[in-house]
């Protein structure tokens, strides 16, 4: 969580950081803040809110150097005190992580005679440096990053040298090159269009950067040579092309990313059934949006191997003791790669030598280091927190890796199947009209998404997505686990939308609506089976193009992704950037 960066050299730093700050926005917008060395003495600028609202205070400022941070807040209510860079004397510091030890290391501290302005983490950091400064910032970092319990990715600055120290540990970071500059940020979009070459760090890892020079060190400080690999960021990121909000666009993007998956796929099936040859057991995990693409992959694998298969969420997974052996594959399925808790729970596996498959729209993160195998994701950058497009291509990913470890006619039926599907999706996106059924939802005290089977994995998406970007509360549930508990909530103010794609379940969740209806609920129906619409014409109803049922969710995932983008429009929510949220968690 919280995106940070960095600039040294002959530039603009005031310009440079607060770009890179608006491309990193996406992982945390509670506050902003930059520091940098002007006339040797460091000044510190962070502001409450979206990193827009520190653009006033820069005004004017003049530097080469300089570092900024925006936030997710984690330790600490949003504020401008509480906001990043940290100082303490003439040292400045900006942090992405958790310091787990921090209470103690603080008490330490201030017993020491430290004064302690903010409620965070991340301030014990600052005043650790200072302490361990003895000429020479790097060192400092150094002995200060062997106090830390945690995670995290820190770059300081000081008054008495013309530097930046970075080091890294479970959080991301990567360095850049220019001509006379160098940067420093948590990801490759920071530096678009300014570093065309980048290094990622290794855990442990610490760097110096200079305007001329840049020096790695591994985690005993001995000098360590990295990788150089191009920046693979695209400008698509940054454009809306016409479209209100990020989410709508991202949306309307859906057919090309499940096309350009299956595209990706063919390039890594052999290496995967390979891999996943001998096999006896999978286990899906993700979080989020991408566990409820992890549901269906169970799903697939079951239906299409007839092997054995589970699905939890990865910080249930991590912690749990699992059993896993070489027979057993872990499918670790995230949009971002460097989500915390999906990480571990693949380095969980991967240490309990299980195979671990990486299913991931960045094809250079956390994630991929730890794979044996990894199938991309093509679904292109996503900038709105809430996933649509790398749902839906995860799913399409997850489809044909279960038709592939099927066999490789299996395998041929569905990838000429889902070749079929981006029309599908296209043609459902055009003719879905969900005014009438948003504004009800917006109005509901409470949505309910009820499925069986597939359709019960796309009703907790939907329930998500609708609870997370309009704020509208209610639950995803099994259909038929309605009667047990959860139907004491309907009542004339609820909504319940009900997704049936599945023929032969088609009846049993007609019973579901019946129930709600009886009890004076509201009931729209989500579905592709002939006769379910007849049979509910007085009821707000959505049809999808008929399709094969297993690729039916792909249709189902873009109406209720729609719906919910329509009911956060009503209530005039802000879409793209949900509250309390942010688009990578990298912290537990
Ligand atoms: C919801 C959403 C989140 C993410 C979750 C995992 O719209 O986007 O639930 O799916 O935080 O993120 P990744 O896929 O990056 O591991």
């Known amino acids: 969580m919280c995106g940070i960066i960095g600039y040294i050299g002959g530039g603009d730093a005031v310009k440079t950081v607060y770009g890179g700050l608006k491309r990193l926005e996406y992982r945390g917008y509670d506050s902003a803040g ?10 510190v600028y962070k502001k409450q809110g979206r990193v827009e609202k520190l653009y006033p205070l820069l005004d004017g400022v003049r530097s080469r150097i300089g570092i900024g941070h925006t936030r997710w807040a984690t330790h600490g209510v949003p504020s401008d005190t509480n906001a990043h860079p940290h100082r303490a004397g003439g040292i400045a510091v900006v942090h992405n992580g958790i310091i787990e030890n921090y209470a103690a290391l603080k008490a330490e501290l201030i017993s020491d005679g430290a004064k302690f302005v903010s409620d965070t983490d991340s301030e014990v950091i600052a005043h650790l440096l200072l302490k361990n400064y003895n000429g020479d910032l790097t060192e400092a970092l150094f002995k200060t990053v062997k106090l830390l319990k945690g995670s995290y990715a820190l770059m300081a600055i000081c008054e008495y040298e013309e530097k930046i120290a970075v080091a890294r540990y479970k959080s991301p970071l990567i360095l850049g090159y220019g001509n006379g500059e160098n940067f420093c940020a948590s990801d490759e979009p920071a530096l678009y269009g300014l570093s065309e070459k980048i290094t990622v760090l290794e855990d442990g890892d610490l760097a110096e950067i200079t305007a001329k020079s840049v020096k790695i060190f591994d985690k005993n400080f001995k000098r360590a040579e990295r990788e150089t ?6 400008s698509a990121s940054l454009g809306l092309d016409g479209c209100p909000h990020y989410m709508l666009k991202e949306l309307r993007e859906t057919p090309l990313s499940v096309e350009a998956t299956a595209r990706a796929f063919k390039g890594v099936k052999d290496k995967l059934v390979s891999a996943l040859s001998g096999v006896k057991r999978f286990v899906f995990t993700g979080c989020g949006t991408a566990y409820h693409a992890a549901l269906c992959g169970k799903r697939y694998i079951e239906s299409f191997a007839r092997i054995p298969a589970e699905c939890e969420t990865a910080g249930e997974f991590r ?3 699992p059993v896993l052996g070489e027979d057993t594959a872990v499918i670790a399925v995230s949009q971002s790669g460097e989500t915390a ?30 794979a044996d195998v990894v199938v991309p994701v093509a679904a292109g950058p996503e900038i709105c927190v809430a996933a649509t497009k790398s749902y839906t291509g995860q799913i399409a990913a997850l489809y044909l890796l279960a038709a592939a470890v099927a066999g490789e006619k ?15 999706i296209s043609a459902t996106l055009e003719s879905l009209d969900m005014r009438s059924l948003a504004h009800i939802c917006a109005s509901s005290s409470g949505v309910y998404f009820l499925g069986r089977d597939l359709d019960y994995a796309v009703a907790l998406e939907g329930s998500l997505k609708l609870k997370e970007i309009s704020y509208v509360p209610g639950e995803g549930y099994p259909a038929g686990e309605l009667k047990h508990g959860t139907l004491a909530l309907i009542d004339v103010n ?11 379940l088609a009846e049993k969740s007609e019973n579901a609506i019946e129930q709600v209806l009886s009890r004076g609920g509201k009931v729209a129906v989500i579905t592709n089976v002939n006769g379910v619409r007849e049979r509910f014409s007085d009821l ?27 009911a956060a429009a009503v209530l005039g929510r802000e879409i793209d950037k949900p509250r309390n949220l942010a688009k990578s968690v990298t912290v537990e």
């Open 34 to 43: 930059a520091a940098f060395l002007t006339d040797g003495k460091i000044r």
């Open 229 to 234: 690999e191009p920046n693979l960021a695209v």
């Open 319 to 321: 912690y749990k003791n």
């Open 540 to 566: 707000p109803t959505v049809v999808l193009p008929e399709c094969d049922k297993y690729l039916s969710p792909l249709l189902a995932a873009v109406a209720v992704q729609l719906l919910a983008y329509k």
């Open 410 to 424: 299996f395998y041929n039926d569905c990838a000429e199947k889902i070749s079929k599907t981006p029309a599908l």
């Open 494 to 504: 609820t909504t319940s939308v009900v997704i049936i794609t599945d023929k032969v």
């Open 341 to 370: 808790d999906t990480v571990e729970a693949a380095g969980l596996a991967r240490s309990l030598g299980a195979k671990v498959v990486a299913i991931t729209n960045s094809h250079r993160s956390q994630l991929t280091r730890l």
